[in-house]
C-alpha cells in the first residue's frame, strides 16, 4: 500500500506565503510524476502544477510567477511553495503522485487535501 500524507495548509492574509509539502510512504519501487491539484468550494478540481521525477515543471498560468513546486526524491516528497498567496488562491489542495509499487506497474495515489484559505 502507499500513502500520501499532507502537511502545511491554514490560513494566510492575501500578500502572504504557505509551503505545502506532501510525502509518500510504502512499497516504493519508483515515482513518476507528483503534482499538486486544489478545489475551491464549489468548483471543479484543478492542477496547480506537476514535476516529472527528472525535474520538468509546469503550472496553471494563474500561479505562474508565484508557485514553485519540488521535489526531494530521497524523501519521496513533493512540495508548493506559494508566495503573493490571492483571496482565490482558497482551496482544498491535494497531493498527487504516479507510483510504481510491488508489480511494477504504476498508478495515482492522492492525500486526503489540505485546507488553504486566504483572507483579503
Known amino acids: 500500500q502507499v500513502q500520501l500524507v499532507e502537511s502545511g495548509g491554514g490560513l494566510v492574509q492575501a500578500g502572504g506565503s504557505l509551503s505545502l509539502s506532501c510525502a509518500a510512504s510504502?512499497?516504493?519501487?519508483?515515482?513518476?510524476?507528483m503534482g499538486w491539484y486544489r478545489q475551491p468550494p464549489g468548483k471543479q478540481r484543478e492542477l496547480v502544477a506537476a514535476?516529472?521525477?527528472?525535474?520538468?515543471?509546469n503550472y496553471a498560468n494563474s500561479v505562474k510567477g508565484r508557485f514553485t513546486i519540488s521535489r526531494d526524491n530521497a524523501k519521496n516528497t513533493v512540495y508548493l511553495e506559494m508566495n503573493g498567496l490571492k483571496p482565490e488562491d482558497t482551496a482544498v489542495y491535494y497531493c498527487?503522485?504516479?507510483?510504481?509499487?510491488?508489480?511494477?506497474?504504476?498508478?495515482?495515489?492522492w492525500g486526503q487535501g489540505t485546507q488553504v484559505t486566504v483572507s483579503s
Open positions: 514535476i516529472t521525477s527528472g525535474g520538468s515543471r
Open positions: 510504502g512499497i516504493i519501487t519508483r515515482i513518476n510524476d
Open positions: 498527487n503522485a504516479n507510483v510504481v509499487t510491488l508489480f511494477l506497474s504504476a498508478r495515482d495515489y
